[in-house]
């Protein structure tokens, strides 16, 4: 088993989404588990703005961010830090996402896009808000 199998692996999974978009936010990979956690084929996918999946409300300060890392190559988050946001199916409906980012770079060593690996965590956020709706209902109850 060589780094190429085991990457093709990764990337042929429909565990994790796998996006990659180009410097301007141009999708160029997008995996089976791309496909079943937003519900866009990789045909129509490709070539997108990930606009796409961003919902309006997110998209300019999502657009400020993805500019600068391609400006400078620094982001606040490429050290494997995991970020949250919310995100847009195919069918309009609204998911949380939680994803790691990690910059792409030419052989030249500039910035040239962005992967990031994705999780649907919408199940458990929605469990994590109606548990604190009720502590405070709990809460307001008893005081």
Same mark, same amino acid.
Request: aromatic letters at 6%.
């Given at each position: ?15 994790? *989404? ?7 936010? *141009? ?15 990789? *045909? ?63 052989? *030249? ?35």
């Amino acid at each position: 088993m060589d780094r190429e199998q085991i990457a093709r692996a990764l990337l042929d999974s429909p565990a994790e *989404a796998v996006v990659a978009s180009d410097r301007d936010g *141009a999708i160029v990979l997008w995996n089976t588990g791309a496909e079943r956690v937003f519900g866009w084929s990789e *045909a129509e996918a490709l070539g997108q703005s990930l606009d796409l999946i961003i919902p309006e409300p997110q998209r300019a300060r999502h657009w400020e961010g993805y500019d600068r890392v391609m400006a400078t190559g620094i982001s606040r988050y490429g050290e494997g830090d995991l970020l949250a946001a919310p995100a847009m199916r195919k069918d309009g409906i609204r998911i949380s996402l939680e994803f790691t980012i990690a910059p792409v770079r030419d052989e *030249a060593g500039e910035m040239s896009g962005m992967v990031s690996v994705i999780r649907d965590v919408t199940a458990g956020f929605l469990e994590m808000r109606e548990l604190r709706k009720k502590l405070a209902e709990k809460s307001k109850a008893a005081g």
